[in-house]
């Protein structure tokens, strides 16, 4: 999509189109996120970034081939798409470090 993100919803059975914006350091890829999951809170969640929702007030981050949303409003300082990253939560407030790409890469992002 040369360098583009294609935000799309299901409507009425049809895909559509909601906007067109920067994939930012993403892979090109089709990111099925409303197969996500709430983050589990008690664990420590490793992953690259792959979209902020700010109208939904969530982040998407990919897992393998899992897929986790993280409420922003739970994040000081929300961290860039296109970063692979470990948030932990401490009384319901993140803590993000950014993972090595060595790291990353053992993952299997």
């Known amino acids: 999509m040369n360098g583009q993100k294609l935000v799309q919803n299901d409507f009425a059975g049809e895909w559509k189109t909601e906007k067109v914006i920067k994939a930012e350091g993403v892979k090109p890829g089709i990111y099925n996120l409303y197969n996500a999951v709430n983050a589990d809170q008690s664990k420590e969640n490793i992953g690259e970034i792959i979209h902020i929702d700010k109208k939904e007030n969530v982040l998407y ?49």
Not at 64 to 83: E, R
Not at 95 to 103: A, F, R
């Open 61 to 109: 981050q990919k897992n393998g081939s899992h897929y986790i949303k993280h409420d922003l409003t739970c994040f000081d300082q929300i961290p860039k798409t296109g970063h692979v990253v470990n948030i932990k939560y401490e009384n319901n407030k993140t803590h993000t470090t950014e993972v090595s790409l060595k790291l990353g890469q053992n993952l299997k992002l």
